[in-house]
Structure formats: C-alpha cells, structure tokens
C-alpha cells in the first residue's frame, strides 16, 4: 500500500472521504498493519494502536484505526478534505506516511504525545 518515497516519508494511495467526526480514520486492521511495518521496532511487546502520521497536500495530521472505515481509505474531518481541496468525495489521492522518526519529531514538535494526538494538524 505504502512505498519508500524519501528519508522522512512513503507514498501510497488513499481514497479520501469525510466523516463527522474530529478525528482522522482508516480501517483499523489495515491501521495494525501498516503501524507494525513502519512503527513497530522488533522488539518487545509494542502497541499497533499508536497513531500513524500522514500528510495530505500540506497538513499533517495523526490517523487512527476504526473498523467502520472502509479498506484503502482516509476519513477526514469535513474541515480537513475542504483545507486539502478534495473534490467529489471518496476521491484517491497521494498520501505521505510519515516514516517512525519523522512521525515522532512531528508529533513532539506539536506538544502531542502518540496517545493524546487526535486528528488535529500536526506540524507543518
């Protein structure tokens, strides 16, 4: 789904969609699997629930999992698919995850832990 892109980030293809919610959401088995790939170090027991962060044109924000988010899509916040100019959703656009380090820096950067960071914008 995701592909090496640069040294902070890889690219993959989402279709984006908005929700009513505040928070931004994909499916959470595809969330699990993507946060072990990418997140998840080897060692230990380690949480898969850990927000990935994604960026959409500009934004950065922190995803987290929902079993009523369907497969290969992003649900955003009304707000957000506005600020990233998404037209006639569900509609598939490029998605940067950010790689472990990055989301880390992001998320420290933004005053937020892995736990308390919703689906506000994280970062620039």
Same mark, same amino acid.
């Given at each position: 789904?995701?592909?090496?892109?640069?040294?902070?980030?890889?690219?993959?293809?989402?279709?984006?969609?908005?929700?009513?919610?505040?928070?931004?959401?994909?499916?959470?088995?595809?969330?699990?699997?993507?946060?072990?790939?990418?997140?998840? %170090?080897?060692?230990?027991?380690?949480?898969?629930? %850990?927000?990935?962060?994604?960026?959409?044109?500009?934004?950065?924000?922190?995803?987290?999992?929902?079993?009523?988010?369907?497969?290969?899509?992003?649900?955003?916040?009304?707000?957000?698919?506005?600020?990233?100019?998404?037209?006639?959703?569900?509609?598939?656009?490029?998605?940067?995850?950010?790689?472990?380090?990055?989301?880390?820096?992001?998320?420290?950067?933004?005053?937020? %832990?892995?736990?308390?960071?919703?689906?506000?914008?994280?970062? %620039?």
């Amino acid at each position: 789904m995701f592909e090496r892109f640069s040294q902070g980030y890889y690219l993959g293809r989402l279709y984006v969609t908005p929700t009513d919610g505040t928070r931004a959401l994909m499916h959470r088995d595809q969330h699990e699997q993507i946060n072990e790939a990418v997140y998840a %170090t080897g060692s230990g027991v380690e949480r898969l629930d %850990t927000p990935l962060v994604m960026k959409l044109e500009n934004h950065h924000f922190a995803v987290h999992g929902d079993e009523n988010v369907p497969t290969d899509t992003l649900a955003l916040p009304e707000s957000m698919v506005e600020e990233a100019n998404v037209r006639n959703p569900p509609s598939l656009r490029e998605i940067l995850l950010a790689r472990r380090e990055r989301a880390h820096q992001l998320l420290s950067w933004a005053g937020e %832990t892995d736990d308390d960071a919703g689906g506000h914008n994280v970062g %620039t």
